[in-house]
């Protein structure tokens, strides 16, 4: 096999896997550490890769690695357990960034198959540094803590019977006062009616607004599908749009809304059937998904292919989200 264009960039992915253990019959009483095998699978979010500059000019496909894990460690395709231990670990593949390639950047998802384990670690998207290393043991997010689960005591069910019964006799003094307050809610003609406890119907006001306006309806809001190109901005929340690609376009800086509201933007952008592929560029102010400093996405150059993202307005700042793609 020859090698690739000097100006292509790599970089090598590694991880030590184990699993804690009871400790055996062993010297001391610690837990044993024990070497996980299996493999993992290393996908490129891209697989076609055009090289205009290489000498001749050329398309280049990446293609999936499914890389052994022997003894606890990552080892290139095609490794035996008889050459683990003989040869470096971790594998080196293509780096993320890409400037003399189009498109520019590759990034890569891990999915894990490792043996004698009850849960897999979580699929993972990561980048892989130009001559840099990636530890997928560190970049795999870890699962959250489920939380202290505090053991009761007699005293302390003794305790708990005792509220509930204070509790009770707080709910009956309550019972004349809780017969005014609302119950239930039900449109009836353009108004909302509250039914109290008591049964009393009262009107809280007209819901329909204006010449039929049925009032905000969140974030089921309707899609507005248009082809765009060049610079293109958001001005409001909620927001939900479909946008066919028919040249390169730019989201400008996303603007700051109340720090009182929150809200979504979905965005489900089509590369061109022909004429493509067209690229998407994001602004600064999105904070991605992923360790800190994580880039924004790179959209799929497949014809008709389509890549969803939701934005996130917190009242603080915009975060973007991957939602998935499509490639027909």
């Not at 809304?257 to 493509?276: C, K, Y």
């Not at 600064?284 to 292919?305: D, E, R």
Request: net charge negative; charged share 15%.
């Amino acid at each position: 096999m020859s090698n690739p264009p000097g100006t292509l960039r790599y970089g090598r992915v590694y991880g030590r896997f184990v699993s804690f253990i009871a400790d055996g019959p062993d010297e001391g009483d610690e837990p044993d550490e024990v070497p996980l095998n299996g493999a993992v699978t290393l996908t490129p979010s891209i697989t076609d890769l055009r090289w205009p500059s290489a000498d001749p000019p050329r398309m280049a496909v990446i293609k999936q690695a499914i890389c052994p894990i022997i003894n606890g460690d990552i080892y290139p395709p095609g490794t035996t357990k008889e050459q683990a231990g003989t040869i470096p670990q971790g594998v080196w593949i293509v780096a993320t960034d890409q400037p003399d390639g189009e498109p520019d950047k590759v990034q890569w998802t891990a999915s894990f198959q490792l043996q004698d384990v009850a849960v897999q670690p979580a699929t993972t998207l990561f980048d892989v540094p130009h001559l840099g290393a990636a530890n997928l043991a560190l970049l795999v997010p870890a699962q959250p803590h489920p939380g202290v689960i505090k053991v009761v005591s007699s005293e302390d069910r003794m305790a708990a019977e005792a509220a509930v019964v204070a509790a009770g006799e707080l709910l009956d003094d309550m019972r004349e006062t809780l017969t005014a307050a609302p119950a239930t809610a039900k449109i009836v003609g353009d108004n909302l009616v509250l039914t109290t406890v008591g049964g009393v119907d009262a009107v809280a006001g007209n819901v329909r607004g204006q010449k039929g306006d049925k009032g905000d309806i969140g974030d089921l809001s309707p899609t507005a599908i248009g082809a765009q190109s060049g610079s293109v901005g958001i001005s409001s929340l909620p927001l939900t749009r479909t946008w066919p690609l028919n040249g390169n376009i730019t989201l400008q800086t996303m603007p700051s809304f109340s720090s009182s509201i929150a809200g979504t933007v979905t965005l489900i952008i089509r590369q061109a059937a022909t004429g493509g592929p067209y690229t998407v560029t994001f602004p600064s102010n999105i904070v991605w998904s992923g360790p800190q400093g994580a880039p924004a996405p790179v959209m799929p150059t497949q014809p008709n292919a389509e890549m969803t993202i939701h934005l996130f307005w917190t009242g603080q700042r915009w975060q973007g989200v991957l939602g998935g793609v499509f490639v027909p």
